[in-house]
């Protein structure tokens, strides 16, 4: 007993079913229940340290009448976290700790969530066991209210099911019936996510959600927006293998405005695939060619473009640029963005892409591109001297000017004040020089860059 007087069994006992058994045998079944009810100082009981040793749940509970048996196996900690949580992994633990509750108590106990708003069958969800010990406790229709059930995000077991190293998303699934399945496919939890949109990047997945659903729920469910106007299309912008799949389960009508849908910044899923150049290819080849122009020129509310997105990706920049009639490449390459930051201003942290997008303009207008201003005043010259070697700008200029020009504008790029003086001198030389090279097409430079 402690000091109030309370019959108290200490928890090393458990760590021998012998040690445990022996107390257990000095102790009458009221002591036993009082023992039972006795908590630490952060509300646990004894049932809760025993509720991951099958043997000692079966010596703690002999004797309890049914009534104690379901208090003991359903008293929440401080937490509220029950034994039957503590036993979500353990099958043998949470058979036995179910098998003492009364059929009426038994969903209720399993979909109670604990202060982490995690419950027993939440818990339970990477292990088959475990899931077959709950199903086998339920019926056919407290399985399908457990299984779309919401927290307090919205939501459900199976939103939380679709992660990486969740296995079991399968067997939840055959808990339910065809028409329950299609149904909780399209749940959406707080931020109007359903459950493609969490599937969204594993192609594996997505197939297997695919088979709950009509034709026509796969349309509806693919293009809903989330909160902020993502659609599942949005979210598998990364992934081109989820890409196919998805665009190939709509209609051919609908798959161009599918590409081009907007988020609520005016993203498209263009957009939102311009640094990964397998996607991007896949993306554009849905896209009718007399339409491509036109898609990648589009401006998010920012005012950027996919080029802007692109801008550091060479590979990405080539796959654009092949859609862009050449007397489009201008507004293409130096389209005024965000703060007016252009293509340009994002490249020059990248030579290959810098090098690539000023060989696609007209040569008469390359010293106007290099001077482009953003709101601050910043021209791209300027941009490539920050946190770069001068040879990098020197490299690059050599390419389309004299070694005397070139040094001339590095100079004053590395002077206040001189920019406009530097501009003017350099747009002098460009209308003088017969050495300039030439510049039509991009086909030569595309191979001469990736050597």
Sequence with gaps: MDHAGKVVIP??????????????????????????????MYGNTLLHFASIKPECIKLLLDG????????CVTAGNLGKTTPLHNAANYPESLKLLLNCLLATKMIGAIGTPNNHGHTVVYLARNNSESLGVIRECLSDTERADLLMAKDDRGNTLLHHSIKPGIK???QLLNYLTKAERAQVVMISNNLNENLLHRAAPNCETLNLLFDCLSLPEKVKAIMAPDKYGNTVLHKAANNPASLKLLLDSLPKKNRGNAVLARNVRGTTVLYKAAKNPASLKLLLDYLPETSRADAV????????????????????????????????????????????????????????SLKFLLYCLPKERIVSAIYLQTVTGLTVLGAASVGQPLSFLEKILSQFMSRTTVSAMVQSTSSSGSVASASSSSVSFFSQSSTTPNFEGCQEEKSMLKK
């Design 11 to 40: 928890y090393e006992a458990l760590n021998s079913t012998k040690v445990l058994q022996l107390l257990l045998s000095c102790l009458s079944v009221e002591q036993r229940i009082e023992a039972l009810r006795v908590r630490d």
């Design 64 to 71: 309890v009448s049914g009534e104690q048996r379901v208090e």
């Design 168 to 170: 079991n998303l399968p």
């Design 297 to 352: 020129m589009i401006k998010k509310k920012s005012g950027n473009t996919v080029f802007h997105k692109a801008a550091c990706n060479l590979d990405s920049l080539q796959l654009l640029m092949d859609c862009v009639p050449v007397a489009k490449r201008w507004d293409a390459i130096c389209s005024p963005g965000e703060d007016n930051h252009t293509p340009l201003h994002y490249a020059v942290s990248s030579y290959k």
